[in-house]
């Protein structure tokens, strides 16, 4: 199999600095086959995988959503699914569903509690897991979804996780996404305001967590790429005693804004895939990497026409180069995850790995969700 297939030449903007960089491109290489899923009873991972590095045997804790339950397996990065299922579940103490009796509003969680692992990040200290966690809100009798970020944690190695609470939720809060929207749109046409996954990297020694927010204004609402903050030290000290620590969005070049419901400043890309993908530092370029996807539902909503896999970099976490594809070809490709090759899987040198999964048996814009696999490409920056 070849090892370097493509090679792509971009502009990297950090500040106002531009740089030119090389990266080359690895031919996909299959790391989770659909018989070994299936043997392993995953009958669907819906979102990222996502891996934390053993230092003592070189295998990896891998967590993921399947089925709206989390899932902790070991294995190598090669072969995630090498050992048997170690745990899954629920996440502990999950918020009720949001009910106004005020207002005569409420929703559920969407089969039960949904909720998704969103990425994970174990503390130095103590070796305790912090779980990013996805949302969906569905109104009882009305059609939509409102979408909110959360953490949890798990002092166990990840056999199990507890609730701690929300962190962030969009410039469009939820009692002007349901009356706002629902009331003038009894035919279903409603907002999309997905935050997607939790693409964060350290910067600083806080936690930069990029997401995709909506604003609502006049008759229209609009998406943007946007980013809030938290000191780390502060966050896994809340972690600990199962509270939350406030987040802030990045707003005209101040971080004044309340995570909850406060306004975004948009950066500079797009929210391609709602940023469904992940982000880390490169030591080598000394610069943050950001991946995601296109296809399957573009932000303003209908059928993705493209199938693929695209990465950014940024200098100073706030200005990111255009989005520039590794990967691409008529299937959908969903949910890419940075994997490092070494110990520590928020920082990545010259050589990392992008997993995604892979739609094997499906063309766009027809979908067949059972057939899937996760494929993995190598990414080697110049």
Known sequence: ??????????????????????????????????????????????????????????????????????????????????????????????????????????????????????NVYQNP????????????????????????????????????????????????????????????????????????????????????LYYADTRESRDTFSNGVAVARARVADVLSAAENRRTTPWNKYFNGAWDESGMGGKFTPLNIEPLGFLHGDAAYNSYLKRFVMVTRTGKVRPKGGPGKQSAIVISFSGDGINWSNWQTIHEDNRLHDYPSIISMGNDNEIVGKTFWVYYKYFFDSVLPHIDWPANRWDRIRVTVE
């Not at 903007?13 to 995953?42: D, L, N, W, Y």
């Not at 569903?97 to 949904?114: E, Q, V």
């Not at 897991?129 to 969906?136: A, S």
Request: aromatic letters at 16%.
């Open 1 to 118: 199999m070849s090892t370097l297939s493509f090679t792509y030449l971009l502009v990297l903007f950090a500040g106002c600095t531009a740089s030119k960089q090389e990266f080359t491109v690895g031919e996909p290489a299959t790391v989770i086959s659909h018989e070994r899923m299936k043997k392993a009873g995953i009958q669907g991972i819906d979102a990222g995988i996502y891996g934390i590095a053993d230092k003592e045997d070189s295998q990896c804790k891998w967590f993921f959503t399947n089925r709206f339950k989390f899932v902790h397996t070991i294995g190598p990065p090669s072969s995630p699914f090498d050992n048997v299922v170690v745990n899954g579940g629920d996440i502990e103490g999950l918020p009720e569903p949001y009910t106004d009796t005020r207002l005569g509003f409420s929703s559920d969680h969407r089969w039960g509690n949904a909720s998704w692992i969103a």
């Open 125 to 208: 200290e103590n070796g305790h897991i912090l779980g990013f966690v996805h949302l969906e809100y569905h109104p009882e009798k009305r059609g939509g979804v409102y979408f909110r970020f959360g953490l949890a944690i798990s002092k166990d190695g990840g056999k199990s996780f507890k609730w701690c609470g929300y962190i962030l939720e969009p410039d469009l809060t939820y009692e002007t996404w349901f009356n706002q929207w629902h009331s003038k749109n009894p035919k279903g046409h409603h907002v999309f305001a997905n935050m997607g996954l939790a693409n964060y990297v350290i910067k600083d020694g806080y936690f930069f």
